[in-house]
């Protein structure tokens, strides 16, 4: 009875081997096993099974390799749908899904920050037990939010979550209400990694600044590291008497390694560009 409830499922998994393989006109019988006559290699095997012999269907070479491509492929697809549905969900940019250090521009000026990018990316649960962050520092156009971008899709790549906003977006979904406010936070405390982009822009009233301090105060005491990118100087901040400032850039000092972002613009350097070009064209 054991002998024929296995031959029968044997039976079952080799009608479905059968049903998947692809005879061509130019396959041929060699031995009495069917040969693929692409990759003359075998397209059945003959083995021995519960006292008879048994013809099974088997993937020839050139099935094989197709086989793989096609895996491949499909667990390529399958990747690129999650780093989609991660990037989405990490409220990044779209301008910036594409941003990462094998598109980086390297300048004598921002070599360190190349440096740190990688290190940060290759060891970030180094860094995140320490819960060390980064201040990236500078003037508009040197290429801040897009080394921080460089730095979230890095981790993202290697399925670890990530959010990056700014304090624009997060007082505007705040103001929608406490459902939304709630949300935000939730995601903001959750994160492994959270880059507060173009941080000093957002409006400078009493309501804005103490929320800016609940979210950064909320990171900190989660204990869990984040990203500031920002255009106001450190000098300026270390200066600061303004004590609603003061207490929200004393928490960043505190868990921030502070980076200048140095160099001319990379706005203007394309702006320049752009202006030759049209020059040489009507002067031409």
Known sequence: MVDNLSGGILDKINAAGYANQVVRPEDYYKDGVLYCGRCNTPKEKV???FGSKRTFAIRCTCADIEYE???????????????????????????YHDANLDNFIHR??????????????????????????????????????????????????????VTMTSFVKILEAIRKGADAEAEIL???????????????VERTTDYALEKVYDVID????????????TNVQLR????????????IYDRIFETCYPLEVAGKSFRRIAANDRYAQMKKVLEG
């Open 69 to 95: 491509r096609e895996k491949k492929e499909q667990l390529e697809a399958e990747r690129k749908l999650r780093l989609s549905r991660l990037k989405t969900a990490s409220l990044l940019d779209v301008k």
């Open 47 to 49: 083995v021995d099974a």
């Open 108 to 161: 004598q000026e921002n070599e360190k920050l190349f440096k740190l990018c990688k290190s940060y990316i290759e060891d970030f649960w180094s860094y995140a037990e320490r819960n060390q962050g980064i201040l990236l520092y500078g003037d508009v156009g040197t290429g801040k939010s897009y080394a921080a971008a460089c730095i979230a899709n890095g981790l993202l790549e290697r399925g670890i979550s």
């Open 218 to 229: 909320a990171r900190y005491r989660s204990k869990k590291p984040m990203i500031v990118t």
């Open 186 to 200: 939730r995601q903001i405390e959750q994160s492994a990694l959270v880059v507060f982009d173009d941080f000093g």
């Open 236 to 247: 300026d901040m270390a200066r600061e008497t303004d004590m609603r400032y003061r207490r």
